[in-house]
Nanobody, 117 residues
Framework: QVQLVESGGGLVQAGGSLRLSCVAS????????MAWYRQAPGKQRELVAV???????NYADAVKGRFTIFRDNARNTAFLQMNSLKPEDTGVYYC???????????WGQGTQVTVSS
């Protein structure tokens, strides 16, 4: 059973940057697809970025060019570097780890990101 713990969220002004971290324990992320989702108040959870094993990353259109997802398998950690933040990036950010091809998912508890205008 993999446990995921996010950190790095907080309050930042528009145009600022944050780096989110997702540390996994209880298992290795080496063979897992790692992703970040977010959920704004009153909205559904949406995919922000995904980094499969050995394949190219993918981003939601709203964050392309501003966010970067990367992983450090040796540290069992995934990251989301967020630059040029906008108020509409506000929400709870969740780390996700998926076992392919079964599709079984692990979720973190989420970290709040608030961008003020």
């Amino acid at each position: 059973q993999v446990q995921l713990v996010e950190s790095g969220g907080g309050l930042v002004q528009a145009g600022g940057s944050l780096r989110l971290s997702c540390v996994a324990s209880g298992g290795s992320i080496l063979s897992l697809t790692m992703a970040w989702y977010r959920q704004a108040p009153g909205k559904q959870r949406e995919l922000v970025a995904v980094i499969p094993v050995g394949r190219t990353t993918n981003y939601a259109d709203a964050v392309k060019g501003r966010f970067t997802i990367f992983r450090d398998n040796a540290r069992n950690t995934a990251f989301l570097q967020m630059n040029s933040l906008k108020p509409e990036d506000t929400g709870v950010y969740y780390c996700n780890a998926r076992i392919d091809p079964s599709g079984y998912n692990y979720w973190g508890q989420g970290t709040q990101v608030t961008v003020s205008s």
